[in-house]
């Protein structure tokens, strides 16, 4: 065998190196570390309920409905996020709940393209044994074992422009409405998408 020990051999050896992806001289890369695991939980139920826990404020069930909502699949929960799809419209609708970091989580609604015209985007979201209340930050949503807050929503397009939709307290469940007139103005995909997060009071 060759020796490798020469000019040509270190030429040869530095090759390989580079080619492998290693500076000359130093150990393997080492791997990034893997990210934290959130502090989130989140679980399907039964008629399409989905439980959220986080550990500062306890257990907490959301039920969401979309007004003219057509072949809805059930949630498929992954890891710290859940995802579901329906036809709304004439288009189709992908409703997600996802972890942000260990304090938030997003729901969204995509509307992939533009609605049939003269449809409006309601979504109604309601918390079974819990107790709702406006605030100027969105909607406090108390339980027996702590309190969550839900935030005012904002309608996103494709473009990026940004429009506020605020909550509002309708038959004891959160409403937020897109109108027609703005789902006819936007282009897609756009994104609905309120923040669950606990809340911390002082007493």
């Known amino acids: 065998m060759a020796d490798l020990r020469g000019a040509a051999g270190i030429s040869l050896l530095g090759c390989l190196a580079a080619c492998a992806g290693e500076p ?11 990210p934290a695991r959130s502090t989130w939980s989140l679980s399907a139920m039964p008629e399409g309920a989905l439980a959220l826990h986080h ?3 306890g257990p907490l069930v959301l039920r969401s409905d979309t007004e003219g909502l057509a072949s809805a699949e059930p949630w498929v929960v992954g890891d710290g996020a859940a995802i579901r799809r329906a036809r709304f419209a004439g288009t189709s609708i992908t409703e997600r709940v996802a972890t942000l970091d260990d304090r938030r989580v997003e729901q969204t609604w995509e509307v992939a393209a533009r609605p049939r015209a003269g449809e409006r985007l309601e979504v109604v979201v309601s918390f079974p044994a819990a ?7 969105g909607t406090r949503v108390a339980l027996a074992g702590g309190v969550y807050r839900y935030s005012h929503a904002t309608w996103v397009d494709a473009t990026g422009a940004r429009t506020p939709v605020p909550a509002r307290i309708e ?3 959160i409403r937020l409405v897109v109108s027609a007139e703005m789902l006819a103005a936007s282009r897609y995909p756009a994104v609905l998408d309120p923040i669950v997060e606990p809340a911390f009071e002082i007493a």
């Open 24 to 34: 000359v001289g130093r150990g393997p890369v080492e791997p990034e570390p893997a």
């Open 55 to 57: 550990p500062s404020a």
């Open 131 to 137: 107790t709702l209340s406006m605030t100027t930050g």
């Open 171 to 173: 038959d004891g469940a």
